[in-house]
């Protein structure tokens, strides 16, 4: 039924009535934007948009609950677009995610549950942060998909040791990052393509096998989320490509060359993934909900509407 | 003549007839924001601008030159200020600041020029970035002082590995920090008191010993700029007083206590400095401009009406 679902509505209407069994909703409503959904106490709200302010590039708002128990209207935090045109009238803050999670004292009580709507109260306020896959549309339109959407896989994701500005009750975070390779001759044009995306990570953060160091990113092959990331024929783990230069000759076979910018590199942006972490870390009291990772709430503004 | 010297615009007007004659504007014009300039060639302000909006805290862009080549007004960055209150009618980007410093293809031409009338043209655009002035008046009114103006000396700066988020052609960038000794037992309340501050850096980013190594400070003793920190008589370096705790008895003598909340440790801040270095950085082609270290632009608007 998912050739069906053409607008962020249909998306959440498929989510209230149960009926997305994806394994994600990347691919959903195609250019309709996705965000990542995170409810806290009302008292956490301050230090929570503070923190995202202080981190815009890891922690991108775009919109938050219209008011302390609100659960049907947010205000936008994009300068162009209004809380109704990015989530209209016809929406339900604790339904119209496919799945959710509920951590009550900073425990998980319920792992992708269908809805929040006993969890929720009337001091519970709902954030919607940016979401990568804003951009990936427009790699792909340019010519440069992502690996893992060709691989049909999901994008690796690494915790790391650059460290978040800290903001009240959460302090000592760290940026996740998530990771596509390129040739390291296509990365101007991929750094270009993405930086119009500020309010959904924009640019890279970093790139090439040194970022992997100063990082902190452990083990490539490893990713903290997601799958682990290939190489093109998605046989070989991609940490194997590090120093190797491979192109393909007129046969279709594979040949050495001395053009380093063959090279295919780890480009790393930041991740959505970031303030949950920081959520997580800071040891909140009362009841916490969040989507089911890869199950985003999709909203009624487009890609396009976010892009500077 | 300093203590006519009331408003902003009185500010400004010293400065463009060359009459401030002292080592910075801190403590000029009290309770009136003031601002680094930064002055840049047009092609680059859309990168300078995303360099900004992507590293807020040591980067806190107030406001920018209403058009290319526009020197006496600036549109806001600031929610609740427009542009003519954060700089009025009656101002002059190339003469306000008491002293500039002139770049030419990244190599330094002019130190501490009075005006930068002759260099100026309708390609450049001046940048707005607010400064550590505005919080440290509200620390002083909350009975917690910088230790640096009690001693009449520079708040002292350092680089750091932390990484700037790059944009466009700023990259490798890191946060250059300022630091402010406090009591363990303080730190909580002096976060309290600079995250009102969110448009001029805000709460702190790190503290502790610890932080020292963290941001990878080389030496907290030797700033790479401003004056070297010392202790609370202004007799022996800050750094001699790491794991010691003293507190004056009744009598006014130093005494041991154990108490670890007297412990005075480093409190870490985003700092001004870093878009200047990330420019330097840059290896930038044409003329560039910037105020001179501790000369800032005074504004009209008040360091209350930034305060969130």
Same mark, same amino acid.
């Not at 301050?46 to 590039?57: I, K, S, T, Y």
């Given at each position: *039924?998912?050739?069906? @679902?053409?607008?962020?509505?249909?998306?959440?209407?498929?989510?209230?009535?149960?009926?997305?069994?994806?394994?994600?909703?990347?691919?959903?409503?195609?250019?309709?934007?996705?965000?990542?959904? @995170?409810?806290?106490?009302?008292?956490?709200?301050?230090? #929570?948009?503070?923190?995202?302010?202080?981190?815009?590039?890891?922690?991108?708002?775009? +919109?938050?609950?219209?008011?302390?128990?609100?659960?049907?209207?947010?205000?936008?935090?994009?300068?162009?677009?209004?809380?109704?045109? @990015? !989530?209209?009238?016809?929406?339900?803050?604790?339904?119209?995610?496919?799945?959710?999670?509920?951590?009550?004292?900073?425990?998980?009580?319920?792992?992708?549950?269908?809805?929040?709507?006993?969890?929720?109260?009337?001091?519970?306020?709902?954030?919607?942060?940016?979401?990568?896959?804003?951009?990936?549309?427009?790699?792909?339109?340019?010519?440069?998909?992502?690996?893992? !959407?060709?691989?049909?896989?999901?994008?690796?994701?690494?915790?790391?040791? !650059?460290?978040?500005?800290?903001?009240?009750? #959460?302090?000592?975070?760290?940026?996740?990052?998530?990771?596509?390779?390129?040739?390291?001759?296509?990365?101007?044009?991929?750094?270009?393509?993405?930086?119009? #995306?500020?309010?959904?990570?924009?640019?890279?953060?970093?790139?090439?096998?040194?970022?992997?160091?100063?990082?902190?990113?452990?083990?490539?092959?490893?990713?903290?989320?997601?799958?682990?990331?290939?190489?093109?024929?998605?046989?070989?783990?991609?940490?194997?490509?590090?120093?190797?230069?491979?192109?393909?000759?007129?046969?279709?076979? #594979?040949?050495?060359?001395?053009?380093?910018?063959?090279?295919? @590199?780890?480009?790393?942006?930041?991740?959505?993934?970031?303030?949950?972490?920081?959520? *997580?870390?800071?040891?909140?009291?009362?009841?916490?909900? +969040?989507?089911?990772?890869?199950? *985003?709430?999709?909203?009624? +503004?487009?890609?396009?509407?976010?892009?500077?």
């Amino acid at each position: *039924m998912n050739a069906s @679902i053409v607008t962020g509505q249909q998306a959440r209407q498929a989510s209230r009535n149960n009926k997305t069994h994806s394994a994600s909703t990347s691919g959903l409503a195609p250019g309709y934007l996705q965000a990542n959904l @995170i409810i806290l106490p009302s008292r956490y709200a301050n230090d #929570f948009r503070n923190l995202c302010a202080r981190n815009p590039v890891p922690c991108p708002l775009i +919109a938050e609950s219209a008011n302390k128990g609100c659960d049907n209207a947010v205000v936008s935090h994009i300068d162009n677009l209004r809380g109704d045109e @990015i !989530l209209g009238e016809w929406c339900d803050l604790r339904r119209d995610a496919p799945h959710y999670m509920v951590y009550k004292d900073s425990k998980l009580e319920k792992s992708h549950c269908d809805d929040v709507v006993a969890e929720w109260t009337d001091d519970h306020v709902a954030f919607l942060i940016g979401c990568s896959y804003s951009f990936e549309t427009a790699l792909a339109t340019a010519g440069l998909p992502p690996r893992q !959407l060709l691989l049909g896989r999901n994008v690796p994701m690494y915790r790391t040791k !650059l460290r978040l500005c800290p903001s009240g009750v #959460f302090q000592g975070g760290t940026y996740v990052v998530s990771m596509r390779p390129y040739k390291r001759r296509d990365v101007d044009k991929v750094r270009d393509i993405t930086r119009r #995306f500020g309010a959904t990570h924009g640019e890279p953060l970093d790139w090439g096998w040194e970022a992997v160091e100063r990082l902190g990113i452990k083990d490539i092959d490893r990713p903290e989320w997601g799958d682990a990331p290939l190489d093109g024929d998605g046989k070989k783990a991609f940490g194997e490509m590090r120093g190797q230069i491979k192109s393909r000759d007129e046969d279709g076979e #594979f040949k050495e060359d001395e053009d380093e910018g063959d090279e295919e @590199i780890p480009v790393f942006w930041g991740c959505g993934v970031t303030p949950q972490e920081a959520v *997580m870390r800071a040891g909140l009291e009362g009841v916490v909900m +969040a989507h089911a990772p890869g199950h *985003m709430l999709v909203l009624d +503004a487009r890609d396009e509407d976010l892009a500077r």
